[in-house]
């Protein structure tokens, strides 16, 4: 039996630790913003990377698919999960894909 992650092939990001993180981040401070999630059936997409920010610097760019996060598998998660999983984080340790493809159907699925 292979005991790997499936996602062992993708690159890890890893953004900065917070001293104490607040309850409730601002999107500005983690330094992107997600789209997506379980409803989507598409994954956890970045939507959003603000320059200059700690997500800029460490790669991360619209269209990338979250698949982990800290070891929790963002493939089938709730959006709401996500993002509290993400603002409640001491250290982020994430790995991503880029695939355009996906974040564009996704797009294409939303109304607003």
């Known amino acids: 039996m292979d005991s790997r992650n499936p996602y062992d092939d993708?690159?890890?990001?890893?953004?900065?630790?917070?001293?104490?993180?607040?309850?409730?981040?601002?999107?500005h401070e983690l330094g992107f913003n997600i789209r997506g999630g379980k409803a989507s059936q598409?994954?956890?997409?970045?939507?959003?990377?603000?320059p200059d920010s700690d997500?800029?610097?460490?790669?991360?760019q619209e269209g990338?698919?979250?698949?982990?996060?800290?070891?929790?598998?963002?493939?089938?998660?709730?959006?709401?999960?996500?993002v509290e999983i993400l603002k409640t984080a001491r250290e982020i340790s994430?790995?991503?894909?880029?695939?355009?493809?996906?974040?564009h159907r996704q797009k294409e699925r939303t109304v607003h």
């Open 64 to 82: 990338d698919q979250v698949l982990a996060v800290n070891d929790v598998d963002f493939q089938d998660i709730e959006h709401s999960k996500a």
């Open 10 to 27: 993708y690159p890890v990001v890893f953004l900065p630790a917070y001293e104490n993180p607040p309850a409730w981040i601002p999107p």
């Open 94 to 103: 994430m790995r991503v894909r880029f695939f355009p493809y996906n974040y």
């Open 42 to 50: 598409l994954g956890i997409f970045i939507s959003k990377v603000i």
């Open 55 to 60: 997500a800029h610097r460490a790669g991360l």
